[in-house]
């Protein structure tokens, strides 16, 4: 299992901070977050500080927790993904997801998608695009939502054959699980539910997604031989508590365990670097 770490909270340069201290402190991944307007919490632009993050760091993977693409013209995200792609010599991964409502960048702006139908269309065109773009071949697209013709993105990025990209999941929702089956990896929710997962629920969703990857693929379904399974959660507060928590999401099938803490108040700056101090939660 991999360890990431997700800088929440704080300022431009705190959070670039924490990116050098999950490198310093024996963490897998560092990631940082796409919103445009939640509530009172700063925010800032994921690819500008993953590119500062990249030039500032040498080993950990590299991405935010998730990129909403039904929000972001894929063809610039294809240009900023291979970026800093090359910036960090091939670390960054592209977690994505739908999105909510509740952020003002869908909400409180014309022209938007605005039904979580709509999102979902978009981010599988999204998706097709950005796996075309990063051929660095010339490549049209004609869907819905999006028309691309004869459009070259280049040079490729330094992955191949694409930028990993890990698709949320929702357990058991067998269409949103159907879209993270098709790619690199999967970020595991639970369907509807605002309740953690368990490793139960882990265990059940990486059988459905092994076996639905095995009927793809003897379908022909291009699909890589790596596949991650991404749980992203608080683990408890005591270091041997919170080693066996994600030790049981590690027996259940999960590649990479996220630390992610969502609460302004209890996730300050000075209590994130904290955590990321005391190292990834490994017995």
Do not use: C, N
């Amino acid at each position: 299992m991999r360890y990431g770490f997700v800088g929440s909270f704080g300022g431009a340069a705190q959070v670039l901070a924490l990116a050098e201290q999950t490198e310093a402190h024996g963490w897998d991944g560092f990631f940082t977050w796409d919103g445009i307007s939640v509530g009172p919490m700063d925010t800032w632009d994921p690819w500008v500080l993953l590119g500062a993050a990249a030039a500032r760091t040498e080993r950990v993977t590299l991405g935010a927790m998730v990129f909403p693409l039904a929000r972001r013209r894929p063809w610039k995200v294809a240009r900023e993904a291979l970026t800093v792609d090359h910036l960090s010599g091939g670390r960054l991964v592209v977690p994505v997801g739908l999105g909510v409502g509740d952020d003002g960048g869908f909400s409180h702006v014309r022209g938007e998608a605005a039904t979580s139908r709509e999102r979902a269309e978009r981010l599988d065109e999204a998706l097709a695009i950005l796996d075309r773009a990063w051929t660095g071949e010339p490549f049209s697209w004609d869907g819905r939502h999006y028309a691309v013709t004869d459009l070259q993105i280049g040079p490729p990025p330094v992955q191949r054959p694409r930028v990993p990209i890990w698709v949320v999941g929702a357990w058991p929702a067998e269409r949103s699980m159907e879209r993270a089956a098709r790619w690199d990896g999967v970020v595991l929710q639970r369907a509807r539910s605002m309740v953690p997962l368990t490793p139960a629920d882990v265990a059940e969703g990486v059988a459905w997604l092994t076996g639905r990857r095995a009927l793809l693929r003897a379908e022909g379904y291009p699909l890589g031989a790596a596949y991650d399974v991404v749980v992203s959660d608080a683990s408890p507060d005591h270091p041997a508590a919170a080693a066996a928590h994600v030790e049981a999401f590690r027996e259940a099938g999960a590649t990479w365990w996220v630390e992610a803490r969502w609460d302004p108040e209890k996730a300050t700056p000075h209590a994130l670097l904290d955590r990321i101090r005391q190292g990834p939660p490994v017995g």
